[in-house]
C-alpha cells in the first residue's frame, strides 16, 4: 500500500514568512494528491487538490506543486498569519482500490 | 448549508456494549468513509462505501461493520466495544473518492 511520509510532526515559522510543507510518497504515482487544514478536535477541511499533469497550482495566499519524478508534493503558505496555525495532511489515492490515504499531517505554529 | 452531520459528538460506553455511531450528508454524494484519529498514527480509513451496497474495507476495519442502506447515511457500527476502539472518529463524504472530501465534526469514543 501507498506510504505517505510528511516532512516533520511540527513547523514553527515567524508571521510574515513562506511555510513549506512536505509531503513525500513511495511506491506508486498517484493520479492527484489533496491537502486539508485541520483544527484541534474539528474535521479536516479541504484546501487544494493537484492532479498529476498539473505542476503547480495557486489559490490566494496557497501554492501546491507536484513532481512526480521526487515523489513529492510542496505546499506553501505566503505570507503567514497566527490564524494560518493548524496540522495540514496531504492525502493520496489508493492504488486498484478505492481507498483515500492521508499522512499523519505538520503541525505549523504561525509566531507573531 | 452543505454538511456532514455525524451523532452523538461524544460517548463513552463499556466494553461490549454494542453501539452504532450515525452519519449523514444532504450532498448526495455517492463516496462516504469512515476514519478513525489517533495521536501519532493520524487519520486511519475504517471502511469506506462507493455508493449504496456497496463497501470496502479500508486499512483498519477489525472491530466494525458498516452499511450503506441509503446513500444519505453511513452507519459506523461497534459490535463489542474495546478500549482500544477509543478514539476520535470522523465520517467523510464526497462526489467521488477522487473529488474533495467533506468531514463531520468528529465523534470522541470512549470505552472503558
Known amino acids: 500500500s501507498q506510504k505517505i511520509e510528511q516532512n516533520s510532526e511540527a513547523l514553527n515559522i515567524q508571521e510574515g514568512k513562506t511555510a513549506t510543507l512536505t509531503c513525500n510518497y513511495t511506491?506508486?504515482?498517484?493520479?492527484?494528491l489533496q491537502w486539508y487544514r485541520q483544527d484541534p478536535g474539528r474535521g479536516p477541511v479541504f484546501l487544494l487538490l493537484i492532479r498529476e499533469n498539473e505542476k503547480e497550482k495557486r489559490k490566494e495566499r496557497l501554492k501546491v506543486t507536484f513532481d512526480t519524478t521526487l515523489k513529492q508534493s510542496l505546499f506553501h503558505i505566503t505570507a503567514s498569519q497566527p490564524a494560518d496555525s493548524a496540522t495540514y495532511l496531504c492525502?493520496?489515492?489508493?492504488?486498484?482500490?478505492?481507498?483515500?490515504?492521508f499522512g499523519k499531517g505538520t503541525k505549523l505554529s504561525v509566531i507573531p | 448549508e452543505a454538511q456532514v452531520t455525524q451523532n452523538p459528538r461524544y460517548l463513552i460506553t463499556v466494553t461490549g456494549k454494542k453501539l452504532t455511531v450515525t452519519c449523514s450528508q444532504n450532498?448526495?454524494?455517492?463516496?462516504m468513509s469512515w476514519y478513525r484519529q489517533d495521536p501519532g498514527l493520524g487519520l486511519r480509513q475504517i471502511y469506506y462505501s462507493m455508493n449504496v451496497e456497496v463497501t470496502d474495507k479500508g486499512d483498519v476495519p477489525e472491530g466494525y461493520k458498516v452499511s450503506r442502506k441509503e446513500k444519505r447515511n453511513f452507519p459506523l457500527i461497534l459490535e463489542s466495544p474495546s478500549p482500544n476502539q477509543t478514539s476520535l472518529y470522523f465520517c467523510?463524504?464526497?462526489?467521488?473518492?477522487?473529488?474533495?472530501?467533506?468531514f463531520g465534526q468528529g465523534t470522541r469514543l470512549t470505552v472503558v
Open positions: 511506491n506508486y504515482s498517484p493520479a492527484y
Open positions: 450532498m448526495n454524494h455517492e463516496y
Open positions: 467523510a463524504s464526497s462526489s467521488s473518492r477522487d473529488e474533495k472530501a467533506f
Open positions: 492525502a493520496l489515492p489508493g492504488a486498484g482500490s478505492y481507498q483515500l490515504t
